[in-house]
């Protein structure tokens, strides 16, 4: 073991366990180190006791800083300098109110005999200072602390003659610094002598003094948080590196890994966030898409409902209606009705009513007719497809038997007529029976025989619009006449007519010329013309030509007389 | 010392980095506890979601059937809702009518001893209202007039008969016979009574027979009126205007009922005319046993052209010999 690990282990013992043995030990060690320093700065034996005390004080309290390639003797010579000038201040002020120089000459002895080396004294410190700190503990163990050369070596780790050398080399260097300074004749041995001069040994109540008063200002035995300071106080500056690097590390790698995890989970969540997001909108939307389609459904489903209750319940406020109706027009007590669209007349009473042109050209039933027949739609239809083909297949045959003349041979015709033309049909003979005869057959066979007794009573009446004339069941066996006239009446120019046949005729003096105008307008109700000069009653084959025949007058004759 | 310092260094180094991840790791777990956040409310969003997806599938296929599964109800025809509608069935056309018929049933099969027809037709339909005082048989069947009703018109319109004989017998004027002329008798127009009598027959059916009816035989009752002079002339609101204006401006005014019976030969044998003059157009027929004496004159001569030939002492032609 060198030297320093002793230093170190003793330091340890003392700081970690208070082992007073092992710093009086250091104390024994290095007491001549800080006596001979302290003293050859001071120059006083008490003073550099004193200051030996307070280094050594020093040391006790700051033992656990001490790391094992740390310098015992180089820090203790600094602080050994430190405690000088510190002491010598004080020390100043205390002689500047005596008188220094007798004093000076009582303490020091500096007789001018001495050999050159004391020249070298004062300057000593500064010489060492300015050596490396190898060199100068080395110096500092060889003269100051009396160690040999071999465990000078031994604590340096080297042989002695390696010691030796090291010893010599810091020598020069000192020498060299005195030199330096101007004192020529300040060798090697110079320097040596003034080493040796100024070393000191220290007795043994000296030391036991000094570790006594340095144990008094130490600290008690360091444990926990202080021994763990002690603890990382020793360590060299790698390993304080190392430790404050692993100390530091493993949080900051666990924080780290810490915060990897924290960031995966998180990009995790964010990513099954936006997974979720997805199916939130997709299903969103779909959502939305079934209430619009379920709004579309209600709104149908209730608007269905809504109409099919009110469509039932109209049919049923309508079939209601219908038995009210029915209840009202069937009673045993029957009354007229105000508030019903019909009335109920007895069968018996039919023959005495009458209907007023009862058919139309080219095959209509009046509805009073249809009524008063009591007929049903279909009944009705087939009548009046019978009837249309009868009037067509007539039409077609009196057409073929029509002509013109300017005599009129069955009508009459006014003297003073301007104009007139008379159209002839001759009798239909045997051809019109047939058609007729078809007829009134189809008819019976639509009806039945009690409501065709009452239709052939209608047809055995002649007169304007009977049914006889209506449907020419006359034409068969004569011949009739319509001729028209123009005449002048009052100054005005009136179309008339005349019709015959060879058993009756019937005339009017008709309408004002003008109303055969193309732009002429009738009062409204007024179907046609043939109407108004009550000429529906006879065959469109004979009206037509004839109100065709009067146009044509109203066109030429009121164009020639103006506004007539 | 510099170890201290070293250690120190490294430690605050460490400090820092382990300060700052720490801050990072703090923030990253509030991100974490804001997502989990957000992720728990996405999560009970979801679940309430794919619920309501479920409720509204269920909804939406139960409603479908509903709406599938709905009775097929025929709308009402334009018809029934006319006369739901509450709109005047008096004027329902020809075919709407006969549907409506159809609906309830009525045809001459289905009737009995009745037939029923519209109001509308029954304006159509031609009938005499009244027969001299009393109503016909027509009438009384077409409108229903009870017993009660029925007296009290006849006993109105007997009323009306006799104020008018007394009129006439009061205002009636002779001419004596000469030539052809066998008889000539003439009514000035009834034009000072005509409105008031009017009015009382008007409002006698009315009260009768209420409005609906009074009024469909009052319109079946023009030739009565007419006859009876309730009405001075005929009735032309009826005639269309394009025939009224080719009328002769005497037509449509008052004047006096003449009445001329007229001998004339034919032949080997004589016949007598009856030539009726009044307000709206003349007449003339020859007499017989079945030719209606003019109403006009009914109330002077009740025994018709019998009395009046026994009045004047003109000899009547031989037809009525034979009855």
């Excluded at chain 1, 042989?159 to 010893?167: I, L, W």
């Excluded at chain 2, 025939?243 to 080997?268: E, F, H």
């Excluded at chain 2, 004496?293 to 025994?303: H, Q």
Aim: aromatic letters at 8%; glycine letters at 6%.
């Amino acid at each position: 073991m060198n030297e320093r690990q002793s230093d170190f282990e003793w330091l340890q013992r003392f700081a970690r366990a208070g082992d007073q043995n092992a710093f009086r030990d250091l104390v024994r060690r290095h007491v001549d180190l800080v006596l001979a320093t302290a003293l050859h700065k001071v120059g006083d034996t008490g003073g550099a006791e004193e200051i030996s005390q307070n280094v050594f004080g020093v040391l006790a309290r700051k033992a656990w800083q001490f790391a094992p390639d740390d310098s015992l003797p180089a820090w203790l010579y600094k602080t050994t300098l430190l405690e000088s000038k510190s002491w010598l201040r004080g020390e100043l002020r205390r002689r500047r109110r005596e008188e220094a120089a007798v004093a000076l000459g009582t303490t020091m002895k500096t007789p001018d005999d001495q050999p050159a080396f004391n020249a070298l004294v004062p300057l000593l410190d500064d010489a060492l200072i300015s050596l490396r700190e190898k060199d100068r503990t080395v110096l500092l163990m060889r003269f100051y602390e009396k160690q040999s050369l071999r465990d000078v070596g031994a604590a340096l780790n080297v042989g002695e003659d390696a010691a030796q050398k090291r010893v010599q080399t810091a020598l020069e260097k000192l020498s060299e610094f005195f030199q330096r300074r101007g004192y020529k004749t300040a060798t090697v041995a110079a320097a040596a002598a003034a080493l040796q001069h100024t070393a000191t040994s220290a007795s043994a109540a000296t030391v036991s003094t000094i570790a006594a008063a340095a144990l008094k200002t130490a600290p008690p035995a360091l444990a926990g948080l202080g021994a763990l300071l002690t603890r990382l106080a020793t360590l060299t500056r790698v390993q304080t590196a190392a430790v404050c690097l692993v100390v530091t590390t493993a949080p900051v790698l666990w924080q780290w890994h810490d915060q990897r995890q924290a960031a995966a989970t998180l990009a995790q969540g964010k990513a099954v966030y936006l997974v979720a997001q997805d199916e939130y909108n997709s299903l969103q939307t779909e959502v939305d898409q079934l209430h619009g389609k379920a709004s579309g459904l209600d709104s149908s489903l209730s608007g269905a409902m809504t109409t099919a209750a009110q469509r039932q319940e109209l049919a049923r406020k309508f079939e209601a209606w219908k038995i009210r109706i029915r209840a009202q027009l069937m009673a045993a007590d029957y009354q007229w009705p105000d508030d019903s669209p019909f009335v109920r007349i007895p069968k018996k009473i039919l023959p005495r009513l009458n209907v007023y042109a009862a058919i139309r050209q080219p095959g209509e039933i009046r509805q009073e007719a249809r009524e008063l027949l009591g007929l049903t739609p279909a009944e009705r239809e087939t009548a009046e497809s019978a009837l249309q083909k009868y009037f067509t297949d007539l039409d077609s045959l009196m057409s073929s038997k029509l002509y013109e003349t300017n005599r009129a041979g069955l009508s009459y015709v006014p003297k003073d007529a301007l104009a007139s033309r008379a159209y002839d049909l001759p009798a239909l003979g045997p051809g019109g029976k047939q058609y007729s005869d078809a007829l009134l057959s189809a008819f019976k066979s639509d009806v039945g025989d009690e409501r065709w007794q009452l239709f052939s009573q209608e047809l055995e009446s002649s007169g304007t619009d009977s049914l006889r004339r209506i449907l020419s069941l006359d034409a068969t066996d004569r011949g009739q006449e319509l001729a028209v006239w123009v005449q002048e009446k009052n100054g005005a120019l009136m179309a008339g007519y005349a019709w015959g046949d060879q058993s009756s005729s019937f005339s009017s003096d008709g309408l004002a010329l003008k109303l055969f105008l193309p732009d002429a307008k009738l009062s409204s109700g007024q179907p046609s013309l043939a109407e108004l000069m009550d000429l529906r009653q006879l065959p469109a084959t004979l009206s037509g030509p004839a109100l065709e025949w009067i146009r044509q007058q109203a066109a030429t004759r009121l164009n020639e007389k103006g506004d007539l | 010392m510099k170890r201290v310092l070293l250690a120190i260094f490294l430690l605050a180094v460490g400090a820092v980095v382990f300060g700052t991840l720490r801050h990072a790791t703090a923030a990253i777990r509030r991100d974490i506890s804001i997502q989990s956040a957000a992720s728990a409310q996405q999560s009970a969003g979801l679940i309430r979601l794919r619920s309501e997806q479920q409720q509204l599938s269920d909804h939406v296929q139960q409603t479908g059937q509903l709406l599938s599964s709905q009775p097929s109800v025929p709308a009402l025809g334009r018809l029934a809702q006319k006369i739901l509608s509450g709109a005047s069935l008096q004027n329902l056309t020809a075919a709407e009518t006969e549907q409506l018929l159809a609906e309830l049933g009525f045809n001459w099969n289905t009737t009995g001893d009745y037939l029923i027809i519209s109001k509308k037709s029954l304006s159509g339909i031609s009938f005499d209202g009244m027969k001299g005082v009393k109503l016909s048989d027509a009438a009384i069947a077409t409108l229903a007039i009870t017993p009660s009703e029925r007296s009290a018109i006849e006993t109105m319109t007997r009323q009306l008969g006799d104020t008018r004989a007394a009129w006439a017998k009061e205002h009636v004027q002779r001419t004596e016979p000469s030539g052809d002329i066998v008889a000539q008798y003439s009514l000035p127009a009834y034009t000072d009574l005509a409105q008031s009598q009017l009015a009382i027959f008007t409002n006698g059916i009315v009260s009768a027979l209420g409005a609906q009816r009074a009024q469909w035989l009052q319109d079946h009752s023009d030739r009565w009126m007419e006859d009876t002079g309730l009405r001075a002339g005929p009735d032309f609101s009826k005639v269309p205007p394009e025939l009224l204006a080719n009328l002769p401006p005497d037509a449509v005014q008052p004047k006096p009922t003449t009445l001329k019976l007229i001998r004339y030969q034919s032949g080997d044998d004589w016949y007598i005319n009856c030539q009726l003059e009044q307000a709206g157009g003349n007449m003339t027929c020859g007499i017989s046993p079945w030719q209606p004496f003019p109403e006009a004159f009914k109330s002077l001569f009740p025994g018709g052209w019998k009395e009046l030939a026994e009045r004047e002492g003109f000899e009547l032609p031989k037809n009525f010999k034979k009855n």
